[in-house]
C-alpha cells in the first residue's frame, strides 16, 4: 500500500507523515491519497476531518488510521488470488529481509559482548593491582 499526504494542516501532515512513513510514496505513484480537505471526483482520495462526511474523523488513534486506510485499500484494489510463485517469491524476500535483520542483531551482540567482556577484565586488573 503506497500513501501520499497532502493536508493543509503542517500539524496533520506531519502526524500522518510519522504515523505512515513506511507506506509514503510520491502522488503519482500512489494508490491513496489523505487530504484534510473534501476532494471530489478522485477515488483515490482518502478524507480526514472533524465532520461526519470524513473517511475518517478526527481525533484518531495510529490502529484506527492504519484500519481504515487498510479498508479503503481492499475497496479500491480487491485480493486476488496469488500464484504460487507470487507467494514463494514474497516469501523468499521476507526471508532475506529477517536474515538481514539478524546478521545485525548478532553483529551488535557480538560488539556489546567484547564490550562487557572488557569492561570486567579492566575492574578485575583494577582489583587485583591495589
Known sequence: MRIAVECQSPL???SLELFLSKHLS?????????????CLGDERCFYI??????????PFSKSQLILALEKRYNELYPKKEHSSEKASLEQEYLDEDNSMDFSILQKRIEQLTQEYQSNILRAVKAFYEK
Do not use: G, P, T
Not at 476531518?49 to 478526527?58: I, P, R, V, Y
Open 26 to 38: 510520491s502522488s503519482k505513484r500512489c494508490d491513496i491519497v489523505i487530504r484534510d480537505e473534501e
Open 12 to 14: 496533520l501532515q506531519k
Open 49 to 58: 476531518a472533524s465532520n461526519s462526511k470524513a473517511d475518517l474523523m478526527k
